[in-house]
């Protein structure tokens, strides 16, 4: 079984920054994607992130320039590193890993942006 775990969310103010992190724990072999979903209070969870097993990337047309994906297949984690965040960045963060094409998901983490 596969457990995904996130931590790294919280509250900053408008044009701070945060690191996500997400690590997948149980018998993993290969993980073919890794991605990071958020859902903001009374709307649909959407892809912000997306990193393949050969680190191609895409990203939400809001978050291009401002976000950045990344993993470490030694650690069956991923990151997002989330510089100069917004009021409309305020969302709960999922991670999610497609493995052997089931998908896995985090528990979620919320990120806060308030002044």
């Known amino acids: 079984q596969v457990q995904l775990v996130e931590s790294g969310g919280g509250l900053v103010q408008p044009g701070g920054s945060l690191r996500l992190s997400c690590v997948a724990s149980?018998?993993?072999?290969?993980?073919?994607?890794m991605g990071w979903y958020r859902q903001a209070p009374g709307k649909e969870r959407d892809l912000v992130a997306g990193?393949?097993?050969?680190?191609?990337?895409n990203y939400a047309d809001s978050v291009k320039g401002r976000f950045t994906i990344s993993r470490d297949n030694a650690k069956n984690t991923v990151y997002l590193q989330m510089n100069s965040l917004k009021l409309e960045d305020t969302a709960v963060y999922y991670c999610?890993?497609?493995?052997?094409?089931?998908?896995?998901w985090g528990q979620g983490t919320q990120v806060t942006v308030s002044s």
């Open positions: 149980g018998t993993i072999f290969t993980i073919d994607h």
């Open positions: 999610r890993f497609v493995v052997v094409g089931r998908d896995y």
């Open positions: 990193i393949t097993r050969g680190a191609g990337t």
